[in-house]
């Protein structure tokens, strides 16, 4: 059981550059979560998705696309990555009213 | 935006009783309050959870107002190695956006 995990571990990009963050969690739950954070800063919501082809903006979706592939698996998209974006990027699953499992996180840096 | 207001910082002596307060003035009848907590870059690790009932577990106690207004996390004896940041969020039972706040850095002093 290897709860939530996350690919790739760090990633450089340039500015302009598109990549896509893998999430995958094993526990069978419905929900599933993107966040961001930034460096001294808490988790600001991305996307999330309730359940398998459902997915709802968060705080900060813009210049992100997630999908909802089935439901062990949600991915993040940068279409065209910006320094701003510079930041680390957590996943995390749970079932409604129960807690969240967060994976280790991706760090991207974009230049 | 967050639903919880936190002090930014704190401070614990090593062996002495953390206690980590949350105000959450707008809470819903169906919400209940939850605490995580992150070490260093790591992802953030959950600690306990309540509705109404103040509850205990191995890692730490959750005292709820009865108004539920607000609430605190005690961690009974601080070790080094609960210095990390405290969030503490409001988490319903008929939905899924779950939001956090900037949390409580909790630095513990030998």
């Known amino acids: 059981n290897a709860g939530v995990t996350q690919t790739p571990k760090f990633q450089v990009l340039k500015t302009g550059q598109s990549m896509t963050l893998q999430c995958a969690q094993d526990m069978n739950h419905n929900s599933m979560y993107w966040y961001r954070q930034d460096p001294g800063m808490g988790l600001r919501l991305i996307y999330y998705?309730?359940?398998?082809?459902?997915?709802d903006k968060g705080e900060v979706p813009n210049g992100y696309n997630v999908s909802r592939l089935n439901k062990r698996e949600f991915s993040l998209r940068l279409e065209s990555a910006a320094p701003s974006q510079t930041s680390v990027y957590f996943c995390a699953s749970r079932h409604l009213g129960y807690e969240q499992y967060f994976g280790p996180g991706t760090r991207l840096t974009v230049t | 935006d967050a639903k919880t207001t936190q002090p930014p910082s704190m401070d614990c002596a090593e062996g002495r009783a953390a206690n980590l307060p949350c105000n959450h003035s707008?809470?819903?009848?169906?919400?209940?309050v939850y605490w995580y907590r992150q070490i260093h870059s790591q992802g953030p690790q959950y600690i306990i959870h309540g509705l109404k009932n103040n509850e205990t577990n191995e890692m730490a106690s959750l005292i709820i107002t009865e108004d539920r207004k607000s609430s605190t996390l005690i961690l009974p004896h601080a070790t080094l190695r609960d210095t990390a940041v405290y969030y503490c969020?409001?988490?319903?039972?008929?939905?899924?956006?779950?939001?956090f706040g900037p949390g409580t850095s909790l630095s513990v002093i030998p």
């Open positions: 707008t809470i819903s009848g169906n919400e209940y």
């Open positions: 969020i409001l988490t319903g039972t008929s939905y899924d956006k779950v939001i």
């Open positions: 998705s309730a359940s398998e082809g459902t997915t």
